[in-house]
C-alpha cells in the first residue's frame, strides 16, 4: 500500500538521520535519573489491539504506580530532562521505531490508553480501523491536552473521559473518514510547524516574560562569543565554505547549550540572587555543553575546525553568561539592598549569627551594620564582611557610628545571661531589641521575642524591624 510505503521510506531516513541525536538523547535521561533511556506505553493499536508504544522516559521510574495515567501540568513525576524533552516534543522521537514494526504510522490518531476504551461509542469505534499515528489530527488544531486541564483536577481521568475525549474523537473520526496519502503529508507539513509553534506557549511566555528574556540575551551571547572564537582562530574569511561552516556549528552550539542551561535550571534560578551554588551550575552547564558539542561534531563529520575555537567559546560564553547574572544582582541591590533598609547590630557572632547577617544582607529593609559578641575570642574578628565590635557595652557606640537602630540577637549563639544584659541595655538606650530563635529553639517552639510587650512570629520580623518600632 502507498502509505505503508511512504511510512516505512520516511521513518527509516529520519532514525538514519536522526541516530546521533537520538544516542545524545538516551545518555541524557540514563544521566538524570535512575531508569532506562526508553519506556513502553501500553496503547491500542489497530483493531482494537494492544501494542508497546515506545517513548523516551521523561518520569521517574515507576511513575505508572504513584499516580494518575494522565500527565497533567506540572506533574511532580517529570524529570529534568523530560521536561525539556515533553517542551520540545523530543521524546515521541522513538516511535520511528513502532512506524517500522508497523505497529503505528506517521499520521493517524494518537494511541489510547486501553483504559479509556470502555468510554468509546459505537461510532466512536470507527478510530480503531486505522493505524494509530505518531502526529494525529488533532495536533495541526493546536490542541495541547494538558492545557485543557483545570489545576488540581481532583479526577483527572474522569475528566478526560468527559470532557476532553469526545472533541478528540471527533476529530479523529472525520480523519479517518477522508484519509488519503496526500492528506497525510499535508498534515505532516502543517503538524511539524504546529508543534514547534506550540512548544513556545504564549501563555507560558507571558508567565515568564523575563526568563524567556534571559534566554534569549544568553542565545544572543552564546553567538557573539562563537564569532570572536571563529575569528580570532581564522579571522574573516569570505568564501561561501567558511560560512557554511560557521552557521552549521554556531546551530548546532545554539541547541546544545540551550539543553544544557534548561537542564540545570538557570532559568529558574532567580539572577538578582545570582550566588556560588548558580556560578556552579552555569559551569557545569557550559562545560558539558561545550563537551557534547565537540563530541557531536567529531562523530556526524562536522569537525572542520579545531578544538580551540570550542576552547575560547567556552571561556567567552562563561565570562559572558556570568557576567550578565552577577550585573543583575548588583542592579537590584543597589535598587533596593544595602544603603536603602534600616540598620541594624546584630548580637551573637557564631554559625546561626553569620546565616543571620547572611539572610538580612539580602532584604530589601534591613542592613546589618556590624556584630556583637560575649566571648571575647570573637572581637575585633569579621563575619560576611562586618566587624565583631565587642560586648553589649558596644551597642551605644554602634548606634552613634554606625546609625543602628536595633538590635537583632541570634538566640543560638547567646547565653541567656547575656541576653538579658543585651536588651537591658537595649532598654536603656531606647534602642529596638529582637531575639530570633536558632534552629534548635525555633523546632522547639520558641518564638520571636522584643523588648516590648508581646511577640511576633518569625515572618513578621522583617517587616517589623524594617519599619517603625512599636
Not at 541516530?19 to 532506562?36: E, H, Q
Not at 544544557?260 to 562545560?287: C, E, M
Not at 562536522?302 to 570550542?310: D, K, L, P, T, V
Request: with cysteine; aromatic share 8%; glycine share 10%.
Amino acid at each position: 500500500m502507498p502509505k505503508r510505503a511512504f511510512d516505512i521510506l520516511v521513518s527509516a531516513v529520519l532514525l538514519i538521520l536522526l541516530a546521533p541525536l537520538l544516542v545524545v538523547i538516551g545518555l541524557l535521561v540514563r544521566l538524570d535519573s535512575r531508569g532506562p533511556a526508553f519506556f513502553r506505553h501500553r496503547r491500542m493499536g489497530r483493531g482494537g489491539e494492544p501494542f508497546g508504544m515506545y517513548k523516551f522516559r521523561t518520569m521517574v521510574q515507576g511513575a505508572d504506580r504513584m499516580g494518575a495515567r494522565l500527565t497533567l501540568k506540572r506533574d511532580l513525576r517529570i524529570t529534568r530532562i523530560g521536561q525539556v524533552l515533553r517542551w520540545l516534543k523530543l521524546d515521541e522521537l522513538p516511535q520511528l521505531l513502532n512506524v517500522l514494526r508497523g505497529d503505528m504510522s506517521l499520521v493517524g490518531p494518537r494511541p489510547e490508553d486501553p483504559f479509556f476504551l470502555r468510554f468509546y461509542g459505537p461510532a466512536d469505534r470507527k478510530v480503531l480501523s486505522v493505524r494509530p499515528g505518531i502526529l494525529g489530527p488533532g495536533q495541526i488544531l493546536g490542541r495541547d491536552e494538558q492545557e485543557l486541564f483545570p489545576d488540581n483536577v481532583a479526577e483527572p481521568e474522569l475528566f478526560y473521559a468527559e470532557h476532553i475525549l469526545p472533541g478528540k474523537l471527533a476529530v479523529d473520526r472525520e480523519y479517518v473518514e477522508r484519509a488519503s496519502l496526500w492528506g497525510d503529508v499535508k498534515i505532516l507539513t502543517q503538524g511539524a510547524f504546529t508543534v514547534v509553534a506550540t512548544s513556545f506557549k504564549r501563555s507560558f511566555l507571558h508567565r515568564n516574560v523575563k526568563r524567556a528574556g534571559l534566554l534569549a540575551i544568553d542565545l544572543a551571547l552564546i553567538a557573539v562569543s562563537y564569532g570572536t572564537a571563529f575569528l580570532s582562530q581564522f579571522g574573516f574569511d569570505p568564501r561561501p565554505h567558511a560560512s557554511f561552516v560557521f552557521t552549521r556549528t554556531l546551530a548546532l552550539i545554539l541547541v546544545v547549550r540551550m539543553l544544557f542551561l534548561v537542564y540545570y535550571g538557570l532559568y529558574v534560578r532567580s539572577a538578582r540572587f545570582f550566588s556560588l551554588p548558580d556560578a556552579l551550575a552555569l559551569l557545569k552547564a557550559v562545560t558539558l555543553g561545550s563537551a557534547t558539542a565537540v563530541a557531536l561534531t567529531f562523530l556526524s563529520g562536522m569537525q572542520e575546525h579545531s578544538r580551540a575555537a570550542f576552547v575560547e567559546e567556552w571561556a567567552f560564553t562563561l565570562i559572558l553568561l556570568g557576567g550578565v547574572r552577577a550585573a543583575v544582582r548588583l542592579r537590584h541591590h543597589a535598587r533596593n539592598g544595602t544603603g536603602h533598609g534600616r540598620r541594624v547590630l546584630v548580637a551573637g557572632a557564631g554559625d546561626e549569627g553569620a546565616f543571620l547577617v547572611q539572610s538580612l544582607a539580602r532584604s530589601m529593609s534591613i542592613e546589618p551594620v556590624a556584630l556583637i559578641d560575649e566571648r571575647p575570642e570573637r572581637w575585633g574578628s569579621m563575619i560576611q564582611g562586618l566587624t565583631v565590635l565587642g560586648c553589649e557595652g558596644q551597642i551605644g557606640p554602634a548606634r552613634a557610628a554606625h546609625g543602628a537602630e536595633a538590635v537583632i540577637v541570634a538566640v543560638g549563639d547567646t547565653s541567656p545571661a547575656w541576653r538579658a544584659a543585651v536588651r537591658a541595655e537595649c532598654e536603656r538606650l531606647g534602642i529596638a531589641y529582637w531575639a530570633v530563635p536558632g534552629f534548635n529553639e525555633f523546632m522547639a517552639g520558641m518564638r520571636v521575642e522584643r523588648s516590648e510587650s508581646g511577640a511576633v512570629n518569625g515572618t513578621q520580623l522583617a517587616a517589623a524591624v524594617g519599619g517603625n518600632s512599636a
